[in-house]
């Protein structure tokens, strides 16, 4: 059980396009959901905390109107990336815990970005 | 914020070799989970253990939350144990630490 669902795996795009990932809780509910974004050889900085029905609260140097996340369903996040450039070549990874207190957080496999 | 600082930042062992790998956090926690990253940058949930000590064949962790770590066993290392391991702990939002590079020669 507990399986958190990413897609696509890998994107690899111009510069100027947009980029949707989507982050799934298959089989449990997710009221809060994370993204991550972590550079080569470094750890996983949070971005975002992706709440459901409301606004992402973003964490201090990531631009929201780059990084749009959408949380429209208890089992379903979305994180776009706006016009992408070389620099937002990363690795996004998302996260998930079922409701209640101290629940483990699952991770989804990751999308790997690449921008030419 | 909470810090939290892994040490060693990278480990290179022979075939077979045990190791410890540690996790100091500067304040109390409510969560505390361990992960394995795979080349495939794959996070494979090792342990979730805010405290105690939990056991998962060649794989052991404790968390004595009072003094602010955890380490992680693994015993008789595989060539597969290689890649980052990583130990999060949970306040308001999650916090990972730079993670300890483990290199398993054959």
């Known amino acids: 059980g507990a399986v958190v669902s990413q897609h696509p795996s890998r994107v690899i795009c111009k510069s100027g396009t947009s980029v949707k990932i989507e982050c799934r809780s298959l089989?449990?509910?997710?009221?809060?959901m994370f993204w991550y974004r972590q550079f080569p050889k470094q750890s996983l900085m949070l971005m975002a905390t992706?709440?459901?029905?409301?606004?992402?609260?973003?964490e201090q140097g990531v631009e929201k109107d780059k990084f749009l996340i959408n949380h429209a369903s208890l089992t379903l996040s979305t994180l776009t990336v706006t016009s992408a450039h070389p620099e937002d070549s990363s690795f996004y990874i998302c996260?998930?815990?079922?409701?209640?207190?101290?629940?483990?957080?699952?991770f989804g496999d990751g999308t790997r970005l690449s921008i030419l | 914020g909470i810090q939290v600082e892994q040490s060693p930042p990278d480990l290179i062992l022979q075939e077979g070799a045990n190791s410890t790998l540690r996790c100091n956090f500067s304040?109390?926690?409510?969560?505390l989970q361990w992960f394995h990253q795979n080349p495939w940058g794959q996070l494979i949930n090792l342990f979730y253990?805010?405290?105690g000590t939990k056991q998962n064949g060649r794989l052991s962790a404790t968390t004595v939350a009072t003094e602010r770590y955890s380490l992680l066993y693994i015993s008789s290392s595989q060539t597969t144990d290689s890649g980052v391991y990583f130990c999060?702990?949970?306040?308001?939002?999650?916090?990972f630490g730079k993670g300890t590079r483990l290199h398993i020669l054959p």
């Open positions: 996260s998930a815990s079922g409701t209640g207190d101290f629940q483990p957080q699952h």
């Open positions: 089989d449990f509910q997710a009221t809060t």
């Open positions: 992706s709440n459901e029905g409301s606004k992402a609260t973003y």
């Open positions: 304040d109390s926690v409510n969560n």
């Open positions: 253990i805010p405290s």
């Open positions: 999060a702990v949970e306040d308001d939002k999650i916090i």
